[in-house]
DNA sequence: GATTTTACCGAAAACGTTTTCGATTATGTA
DNA sequence: TACATAATCGAAAACGTTTTCGGTAAAATC
């Protein structure tokens, strides 16, 4: 099947390729009658701009990357969800790859989207990742980037985020505020700085509140992963009986956890409350169903897509473009594994 | 920051765009030395090719196209996890577009990988599509379709699917070996060809078995979504009492049916057994756990992928290809929800 | 009637690559 | 020495579009 062309529509009218163009694109310098004419044979003719001829004329691709830890992620789903949609619908397509939280990975992508020359590039870091460079290839390379969740401080580009500092406080103070008086607190890996922030957050809240800071209460995933829920609850039952509060990283490790509690029988919230961080469906389902924190998944992609045709908007123009950092707001949602 | 280009290379080193051109592709008619000089400048300027103008030239963008109803369901995300990180293996970028069940969606995507000249395109059907119009353009445009899981049997391309009627009866023979007599079917809407299969192999298995045909206890899920689970669930224990058994479409549809009858205290699988379809990761561990027939959703999407490829590769070199029907295996996951 | 303005059109360059085909030089053979 | 062969290179076309710039003819102005 032959793909018609400017040259086809110009031959057959006796036109130059230059007029059809114009005339497709409604440029002043072409007569009405003239127009018509071109207009009503490419759409017989079905004709369609050579996206691979526009691309190479224009420098332009109108594809967006995206690079996230891994897509099979209710959280990280959804954020995707979020992008192509609201891309679709202002004319880009989106190219998304996983790093897989490997930081080797991670660079080879970026290499990967910046040789086929896409418009911009929208980031979540992996967990590995600690050196940076590569990310800041991506801004010599004067291509727009926006990075969201699981950011760098140390990049000066767009981002964002939420607040985990005090989203792990107020996981803490509710779990506080439920009567515990020992939380013990499953943490993420040491790199990333959400992981760092919610655990700061979940410091302050003992302070704020006379609970001692007891170092031996602190669990350290690698996973993140079911499993280490439920590993890292047998240790707190067997090794600190008194712990009354769980506060998990991630719904996914408070549901490993509840998991644990349900089969050894001790009672949610009564003997020990939890509370998760994400608000994953899941969370919502199980039994008893888990408190945790809403995270927003769907307006972070939207809204760190937006800023990412902003920018490359202005680039285009030529013009500055002055980066933000949004921080989205979130908040405790009460449900039946802690009181209220 | 300026991008360098064969021109630029073969200007420092006084040969021509051509010569360049073909060190760095390794032609044997240039020599080793300047083959050498070639390599080691592109290195040092760190020469990458212009994508856009490879597209142009070569025709093919190394890219492929993937539609799929919505990307957050643990089942899609599997597949794209696997068609993502086998593509990038194969040298190939994925662009990702989301029907969210809708035709019109749809018809608009197809146009959108059309006109970007993808080199082939993934898919997985709407529930609602009904016209294949749109699909039958992809096969005009000689652009390779691999479709899988929601298939049309009317299309004449490669496909990669589970045998969901066999899965049905064997989600229903598992139910009535478990000891149930009167068992109900929340199924999947009317259209797609999936829900149709496993609700012929649920009446097969009926029928294998000795057990009457009742279609009041057909219930048709239209969004296929919890809710409905829940809901459905409260009508069958409110006017079928006694119902002793659910095959349910998803088990997203089941954990809804689940969650019903734990919060009337219905006992599971004493009372009433349940089984879902899928093999979503919740099943595993919320309570009691549902048994399920598991889909390979990995496999499923490396499978198609494989296929598309090869279907690529053919198509470029003018060779006639074969289409061809990949059929994974299921089987029953035996849980908690059904007596084993 | 002469001049300016306006309306309309097209030639040509450019984007950066790949590939064909012919040219040139060096090497080998008789 | 004369010729055939091999080795190495480059000119040029092509992919299909966009855009600049200049040209012509018609209309408007004086």
Redesign the interface.
Known sequence: ?KEVTLKEIALELGISITTVSKALKNYTDVSPKTKAAVLKLAEELNY??????V??RT?E?K?IGLIIP?????FF??I??AI??KA?KKGY??????S?ESEELEKK?ID?L????VDGILMSLSNNTKNLDHLRKVI???IPLVLFDKISKLLDCSKVVIDDRSAGYDATEHLIKSGCKKIAHIRGPLNPQNSIDRFLGYKKALKDYNLPFDNSLIFTCEKVS?EEGYNFAKKIYTEHKDVDGIFAITDLVG??VV?YF?EVGIKIPEQIAIIGFSNW??SS???PSLSTIDQPGFEMGKSALKLLLKEIKAHKKGKEFKFKTIVLPTHVIKRNSTFN
Chains 1, 2 share one sequence.
């Open positions: 099947m369609k701009p050579n996206s691979f001829a691309n190479l420098k691709s594809t891994e897509i099979v992620h209710h789903s959804n995707v969800n192509i949609e679709e397509l989106v190219i998304i790859l996983q897989n992508q990967l910046i040789s086929k020359r010599e390379h004067d079911f549901i490993g998991a349900n469906f899941m389902v199980i039994s």
